[in-house]
């Protein structure tokens, strides 16, 4: 029997200059020590935010995450041209009209004040930017209800909207949902186990943090030269390296969110792995502009489980003779790529391929393409003939 494709792993090494992608609580640099060294990470949860951005655009989908779903809602009702505090009523009545416990906001200058018909869900819900339109309409079919009723003033006061139909809309999903997952353990069947797994992105050798000291010019100042002195003197942390990053998409995980939808998979993976390549975080980027490709991307499509290289850098890379990491990088990742692939056995790879801006033969990482379109087309035609071959078979 032939055996099904089952995981479209990928791997990237990007070489980022003077940049903090990802801040911590202090605003400084994350880092980790890995092989007894000190690399500097970004976070899976912040690239994955900036691989969600990315993937919105290519399918022309959008999730909206957020606790304050009903205020969305009474915005999107005002635009209908209800009057505003009907609108607001309703808005609190959506945020408390299901199994999501609520609560309403405090004035931040006085937080005894509670804002009024501000009703925030506990949780935050995930759902299709539809979503709120098809909200707004539930709302629109209980107008006389909701005009008859009173605000929700307090956590124990319970919506006039029907909690079923609430939740039912909060279940949706759309391709983004279906391939990232969903968290919402508040409402029976809401919850979608993600068909994507991100790694954290490391340095593939050590980093060290470096502080720009800065100032900022008062231009009144400086104009009239009656003083002396900057308006704002600060510091901020910064690094540069090379990163090894790593994601894996399960196609058995992502057909059970969406059924046996060959063409709707594709898309998806498709526009998950180019969004992948493509992205980068954006902290500070107005400062740093930090917007570089990968120098090589490498997709394997694997019919046992996920594997990802970053072992090969336990041991971080050293720089090359004339300066640099990436090369070296490359060089780690394709012997590690060719022991892995001989140890446990090359027939669990279906194909492989890779892109870059490396000239040299790379063989250990399967077939080169032009560009990275040309690799994921390649790889994707092989998974999904591969998939389609093995249902056949079975």
Not at 314 to 343: D, M, T, W
């Given at each position: 029997?032939?055996?099904?494709?089952?995981?479209?792993?990928?791997?990237?090494?990007?070489?980022?200059?003077?940049?903090?992608?990802?801040?911590?609580?202090?605003?400084?640099v994350?880092?980790?020590?890995?092989?007894?060294?000190?690399?500097?990470?970004?976070?899976?949860?912040?690239?994955?935010?900036?691989?969600?951005?990315?993937?919105?655009?290519?399918?022309g989908?959008?999730?909206?995450?957020?606790?304050?779903?009903?205020?969305?809602?009474?915005?999107?009702?005002?635009?209908?041209?209800w009057?505003?505090?009907?609108?607001q009523?309703?808005?609190?009545?959506?945020?408390?009209?299901?199994?999501?416990?609520?609560?309403?906001?405090?004035n931040?200058?006085?937080?005894?004040?509670?804002?009024?018909?501000?009703?925030?869900?506990?949780?935050?819900?995930?759902?299709?930017?539809?979503?709120?339109?098809?909200?707004?309409?539930?709302a629109?079919?209980?107008?006389?209800?909701?005009?008859?009723?009173?605000?929700?003033?307090?956590?124990a006061?319970?919506?006039?909207?029907?909690?079923?139909?609430?939740?039912?809309?909060?279940?949706?999903?759309?391709?983004?949902?279906?391939?990232?997952?969903?968290?919402?353990?508040?409402?029976?069947?809401?919850?979608?186990?993600?068909?994507?797994?991100?790694?954290?992105?490391?340095?593939?050798?050590?980093?060290?943090?470096?502080?720009?000291?800065?100032?900022a010019?008062?231009?009144?100042?400086?104009?009239?030269g009656d003083?002396?002195?900057?308006?704002?003197?600060?510091?901020?942390?910064?690094?540069?390296?090379?990163?090894?990053?790593?994601?894996?998409?399960?196609l058995?995980?992502?057909?059970?969110?969406?059924?046996d939808?060959?063409?709707?998979?594709?898309?998806?993976?498709?526009?998950?792995?180019a969004?992948?390549?493509?992205?980068?975080?954006?902290?500070?980027?107005n400062?740093t502009?930090?917007?570089?490709?990968?120098?090589?991307?490498?997709?394997?499509?694997?019919?046992?489980?996920?594997?990802?290289?970053?072992?090969a850098?336990?041991?971080?890379?050293?720089?090359?003779?004339?300066?640099?990491?990436?090369?070296?990088?490359?060089?780690?990742?394709?012997?590690?790529?060719q022991?892995?692939?001989?140890?446990?056995?090359?027939?669990?790879?279906?194909?492989?391929?890779?892109?870059?801006?490396?000239?040299?033969?790379?063989?250990?990482?399967g077939?080169?393409?032009?560009?990275?379109?040309?690799?994921?087309?390649?790889?994707?035609?092989?998974?999904?003939?591969?998939t389609?071959?093995?249902?056949?078979?079975?």
């Amino acid at each position: 029997m032939t055996a099904p494709a089952r995981f479209v792993d990928i791997h990237v090494l990007q070489s980022v200059p003077f940049a903090n992608l990802n801040r911590d609580d202090t605003n400084s640099v994350k880092t980790v020590l890995y092989g007894n060294t000190v690399r500097t990470r970004v976070s899976s949860q912040s690239w994955k935010r900036a691989v969600r951005e990315r993937f919105q655009e290519h399918i022309g989908q959008a999730a909206l995450r957020t606790r304050r779903i009903g205020e969305r809602v009474t915005r999107e009702l005002i635009e209908r041209g209800w009057p505003q505090d009907l609108a607001q009523r309703a808005g609190g009545h959506i945020a408390a009209g299901s199994s999501i416990k609520f609560e309403l906001a405090k004035n931040p200058d006085d937080p005894k004040q509670v804002l009024a018909n501000k009703v925030l869900t506990n949780a935050m819900v995930y759902v299709p930017e539809t979503a709120v339109a098809d909200l707004a309409d539930l709302a629109e079919q209980h107008r006389t209800a909701l005009e008859e009723a009173a605000d929700v003033k307090k956590p124990a006061d319970k919506s006039v909207l029907p909690k079923e139909r609430i939740e039912t809309i909060l279940r949706s999903r759309n391709g983004v949902i279906n391939l990232f997952g969903r968290m919402l353990a508040e409402v029976d069947s809401a919850g979608v186990d993600g068909a994507v797994q991100v790694a954290h992105a490391l340095t593939t050798h050590e980093t060290d943090v470096e502080l720009d000291y800065f100032s900022a010019v008062d231009d009144i100042t400086s104009s009239w030269g009656d003083a002396t002195g900057s308006a704002h003197m600060g510091h901020a942390e910064f690094s540069a390296g090379t990163f090894y990053r790593f994601a894996t998409v399960d196609l058995r995980d992502l057909t059970a969110n969406i059924g046996d939808e060959p063409a709707a998979a594709r898309e998806l993976i498709e526009a998950f792995l180019a969004s992948f390549i493509e992205s980068l975080p954006q902290a500070k980027k107005n400062s740093t502009a930090p917007h570089t490709i990968p120098g090589l991307v490498h997709i394997s499509v694997r019919s046992d489980r996920p594997l990802s290289y970053a072992a090969a850098f336990e041991r971080p890379v050293r720089a090359a003779a004339e300066g640099g990491f990436a090369a070296n990088s490359v060089v780690e990742l394709a012997a590690y790529a060719q022991a892995a692939g001989k140890l446990l056995g090359t027939g669990r790879i279906l194909t492989s391929g890779w892109a870059g801006l490396d000239a040299k033969d790379l063989s250990s990482l399967g077939e080169r393409h032009d560009s990275f379109a040309e690799l994921i087309t390649a790889a994707l035609d092989a998974a999904l003939a591969r998939t389609a071959t093995a249902t056949a078979s079975a």
